[in-house]
């Protein structure tokens, strides 16, 4: 099956395009439905600030394989004003604009590996992985 | 997405039946707020039974609408979170506390006619 692996996120129906393009990619790689639901979720946070701080962005998805793992690598780019402070925007309670004050501190918990790279008025990149679980 | 409200006097019920963006889930907090004082409700229940992911701006909103819902006299409940939407909602770190849940509809109702 051929799966369209990038998302642009321009507005509000993207953020759900996106999430139920992960959910689908998820399923196919084998995860347990929850963490389709987790990973769907995650994307739906990240989408979302994509849309509200830089206006639009690309979201993108690829099927990972690690030694006898395998799992999901999502990249989100956009070109918006970018995060001023990292350590502090990765903070549980902190927040710039309508969030609950965790955002990305509540998609790290989601995913097992979450990287944010940000340059001030260049754009911000997120990048996260999760792994098949074995639930035995 | 119009999210249909059915008048179940004294009550309202809403059905979300599938993915809603941001402004679907604000219309729909805007005509729950205004017709719990048209049709003078006691109760109001937001079932959420279809919904795949709750997501922090859609818990928020929810959360924003019981609080309307209340300073309005009347009392909301949210029924139907599937297993997996809570459990990537604790994940997230998000709550909907100090607000009535329901396992389905059924209970909802139970809960208000009490």
Redesign the interface.
Known sequence: MEIETKVHIGS??D??EA??RG?TIGKIVGFH??D???I??AI??IA?NILFFANQGMMSFEVINEGNRRGILIVAQDAGPGIPDISMAMQ?GYSTS???G??L???R??MDEFQVISISGKGTTVTMKKWVAEYD | MEVPILKQSPHLITTIQA?L???DLIRLQDALVEQVGRYRSKGVIIDVTAL??????A??TLRSIAHMIKLRGAETVICGI????A???V????TLEGISTALDLEEGLALLNQ
């Open positions: 509000e129906n953020i759900i999430r139920e959910r439905p929850v389709q639901t987790i769907a979720t739906s946070e979302r549980d309508r969030g609950l965790l955002g501190p509540g998609v918990r989601l | 993915a963006t941001d402004a795949d992911v709750m997501d922090s701006f818990t928020r599937q297993p997996e939407v459990f990537a909602m994940q997230l770190g998000l």
